[in-house]
């Protein structure tokens, strides 16, 4: 029976309860399940006992119903895909309040690298601007620092060890311990700096976007030319701050 219990059988009837007890409502009990999925009674229970043990479904009163981890993974699924369009309006008040531009970052761990998977152009004549699409290192970048910083610990003590520094500019940090002293800052502010590193004459500031777990799903970037960028950065500290908490309050189901 444990067998066939881990089939692509038992994965199908695990998805047609889920869809069996969110048709209801009220939840469904044992005999109902086992009734409503043509399963055996002792088969249902192999397959209840772990998801209720993994908060994937509640049983109280022999009433099996939605667990917080299933809304919670459903949100995750929706906020994927749609995760652009959400965080463009603080994108949007970033360029407003900045009038730099302001892109949207994910960490790309297969290719250590950042990615830029959305973008608003500074209305300034003299502007950063970047490809969307384009990779950027990941120690050398403020985006690719920040998403470095909070990556899983095993996960980013492996590339510390093993990525190679090299110089994009002159800036360029390639230095393996005042990295570790740079990624322990960002842990500590919360934002990551980067001018003059990745690209000559550019800067750029970044902010986590964190999900409903915690996880820094994504980095906001303001992105602008170094003179520019350096004085009027302690303005942008404190605008970021606020429209990166803003962005996570909003996933974490607060109102922005």
Not at 44 to 67: N, Q, S
Not at 169 to 180: A, D, G, Y
Not at 185 to 205: D, H, T
Request: net charge positive; charged share 25%; hydrophobic share 45%.
């Amino acid at each position: 029976m444990a067998q066939q219990e881990n089939s692509p059988r038992s994965l199908t009837r695990v998805l047609g309860l889920f869809g069996a007890i969110a048709r209801t409502g009220d939840g469904m009990t044992l005999a109902r399940l086992s009734a409503e999925l043509d399963s055996p009674k002792s088969s249902m229970l192999m397959l209840l006992r772990p998801l209720v043990a993994k908060g994937y479904l509640t049983h109280e009163g022999g009433i099996y119903r939605l667990g917080p981890s299933i809304f919670r993974l459903a949100a995750d699924i929706l906020s994927t895909r749609n995760f652009p369009k959400l965080i463009r309006p603080f994108m949007q008040q970033l360029v407003d309040r900045s009038q730099e531009s302001v892109y949207l970052a994910v960490i790309d761990k297969s290719a250590r690298c950042v990615t830029y998977v959305e973008g608003i152009d500074s209305p300034r004549a003299i502007r950063y601007m970047a490809p969307l699409g384009a990779p950027r290192p990941l120690y050398c970048s403020a985006a690719g620092r920040l998403l470095l910083a909070y990556a899983d610990e095993d996960w980013r003590e492996n590339y510390l060890r093993t990525v190679q520094l090299k110089p994009m500019t002159e800036r360029t940090v390639t230095n393996r311990v005042e990295l570790r002293k740079e990624i322990k800052k960002i842990r500590s502010s919360g934002l990551a700096i980067s001018i003059g590193e990745a690209v000559p004459g550019a800067a750029g500031l970044a902010a986590p976007v964190f999900d409903t777990d915690g996880r820094a799903v994504a980095a906001l970037l303001i992105g602008a030319p170094v003179d520019r960028f350096q004085r009027d950065l302690p303005a942008l500290r404190k605008l970021m701050a606020d429209v990166a908490t803003q962005a996570s309050g909003m996933f974490a189901g607060q109102t922005p």
